[in-house]
């Protein structure tokens, strides 16, 4: 720690030495500046639990300390990154209905982790807006928020020009202490692994081993370049920095929401917060204001192959339903070399903004295929299927708009019905003439009649409807929108996952914002959506 400060420290003079050679002003002092960081996948419930027990301190702190304050926030559905930070960032409701899906006007699916999907998405539905990261840095987003430095500006370091080259000297050191102390740590972690294979071979399993894999990519190296690379920021005035770390998140999917794994993943980021707040402190002058908030939270689900012990979802629902005969005829599933070679080619060609943000997309969603599974979409005579985590799409192709029930059970009777009483199946939602309807467990019901449903006992029933109504309100919604959510069996994943989330579960829905104490928030948050306007005053000529 103290090293890091001494390498902080150096990079500060550096700074300094380029300020003093007129290579640029410094930052005005005066205005306020923003610095949000983001908790991937972290329930509110999931951190008060962690706080009573002492597994977030330093978080602990801020609130009992330091005089900040947690509001509740609810996050909408889905329950899912790339919708929350669309809303968040530049104050729109998406039409992002899940980490995959499908565009029918278009006729393209939209695929996070691939190169050029999010970019698009940000484009076409930030349309021009102010986001609120605008002349400011974002690590590990899915999207930019208008950031101009999305840690691609290490790219810019093969080619330093002129005036650059003492600015990239300066990113220079961060950027060789972080590879030090990634190898480093990477180094430990291995030997620790060695060790214990080597006292006891059974006791590292695939999994184990796959663990691993992600823990130094993610825990060590990510979490370590963002933090670094944020103090420099915070050093040099940014105006605006958004850094999302996504430990959590990750090791929740892999063994769940609560585990042991979970909660060191969290307590490690608790340090990383730890350390740039020391850093705000040094830099009074520049007015930096923290907040610290989550963009949803995680279910606890068990895979839906091991509930039904058969094929993936995209296939039994043309098994069972769609296509029981075979008579639609196969087609062949999109090759999974030619997307990932596809996302390769992006991956180097480093040009767009927002590279770094889909990076970030392949290690959210992607780790496990690059591992080795299969994409989730199936296609046979005109219905598309996509599995997306606890939620799935089938699309009837035959048209660009969405379809209702009506037109559905034309051709399928009761193929709402059926499905939402089939093993691992929670709920069906379908629009309809008289609004979006939710079949649960072979039962239709109306929105104003879910309290006597799936979601009885609710208190925030209120906010499940207006989630389940903004969703089918998407047009890249399937036409059916299938979670696993709430089946007989408990909560279920259509991919290979013990955590979950885009669905409606109170943990999923329900974050929080930490802020200043006193800070004009909206209240209450019930859709990120309202976090726009209030970021958004961070900017300069705010609209
Ligand atoms: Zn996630």
Known sequence: MALDDLVLGLQRALDRLVRRLRLGAPPVPGRRRLLIVQIDGLSRAVLEQALARGRAPFLGRLLRERGYQMAPMSVGLPTSTPAFQMAAMYGVRPDIPGFHYYDKRRKVDVYFPRGGDAANVEKVQAAGRRGIVGGGAAYGCVFTGGADNNLLTFAMISRPSGRGVLRTLSKSVVLAWVLMKGSLASLIELSRAALRFVADPLSVSPEGWKWLAIK????????????????????????????????????????????????????????????????????????????????????????????????????????????????????????????????????????????????????????????????????????????????????????????????????????????????????????????????????????????????????DLERVVEGIRDLMAMPSAGDLVIYGSNAPQGDVSFISEVGAHAGPSADELHTFLIHPRGADIPSPITHPVQLYSYFVRYQPEAV
């Open 216 to 459: 130094i990519g993610i825990s060590v190296w990510l979490r370590e370049l963002f933090t670094l690379a944020v103090a420099h920021d915070l050093y040099s005035g940014i105006p605006t920095i958004y850094v999302n770390y996504l430990d959590y998140d990750i090791a929740a999917h892999a063994w769940g929401p609560r585990h042991r794994r979970a909660l060191r993943a969290l307590r490690r980021v608790d340090a990383s917060i730890h350390r740039l707040s020391r850093i705000l402190r040094r830099v009074p002058e520049y007015r930096y204001d923290l907040y610290v908030l989550s963009d949803h939270g995680q279910a606890t689900c068990i895979p839906y192959q091991r509930v039904t012990g058969g094929p993936p979802i995209e296939r039994s629902l043309f098994d069972d339903f769609l296509d029981p005969a075979g008579a639609l005829g196969a087609a062949a599933p999109e090759s999974r070399r030619r997307r990932f070679a596809h996302g390769l080619k992006a991956y180097r060609a480093q040009r767009a903004p927002g590279f770094f943000q889909r990076f970030v997309n392949y290690l959210e969603r992607d780790f496990a295929r690059i591992l080795g599974e299969t994409p989730d979409a199936r296609e046979r005579a005109g219905i598309r299927v996509i599995a997306a985590g606890p939620n799935a799409f089938v699309y009837f192709l035959e048209s660009a708009e969405p379809l209702t029930l009506e037109r559905i059970e034309a051709r399928f009777p009761a193929l709402a019905t059926a499905i939402s009483g089939a093993r691992g199946i929670g709920l069906v939602l379908v629009r309809s003439a008289s609004g979006p309807l939710c079949f649960w467990r072979g039962r239709r019901y109306g929105l104003d009649e879910l309290q006597r449903g799936p979601f009885a006992g609710r208190p």
